[in-house]
């Protein structure tokens, strides 16, 4: 499993692109205050192209994007530093 993770600073809202033993989700989107679940995946959706300096990070499974957006939820958290979008993602 792998996911790569976006957050569009504009709508607060949080986007997931995944894979799952080398077969494509697709991708989803929450609100950063909102937790990702397998379902919200649409094989069809890709992250947008305007998301290409909101990188956020890969992760290993939901839980950890889920603990991370958790986590920033606190006071004194913050989500993950946006940066570019590594080439071999795009």
């Known amino acids: 499993m792998g996911f790569a993770l976006w957050i569009d600073g504009d709508d607060r809202l949080a986007w997931l692109s995944g894979t799952h ?13 909102d937790q990702f ?11 947008p192209a305007h998301l290409r300096n909101s990188f ?5 499974s939901l839980e950890e994007v889920n603990e991370c957006l958790r986590r920033a939820r ?3 958290a913050r989500l993950p530093r946006p940066g570019p979008t590594p080439s071999h993602v795009r």
Do not use: H, I, K
């Not at 033993?21 to 205050?33: C, I, K």
């Open 21 to 33: 033993e080398y077969r494509p989700w697709g991708a989803a989107v929450v609100a950063v205050t």
């Open 37 to 47: 679940r397998p379902r919200d995946f649409n094989p069809a959706r890709r992250a």
């Open 56 to 60: 956020a990070g890969f992760f290993g």
């Open 74 to 76: 606190g006071e004194s």
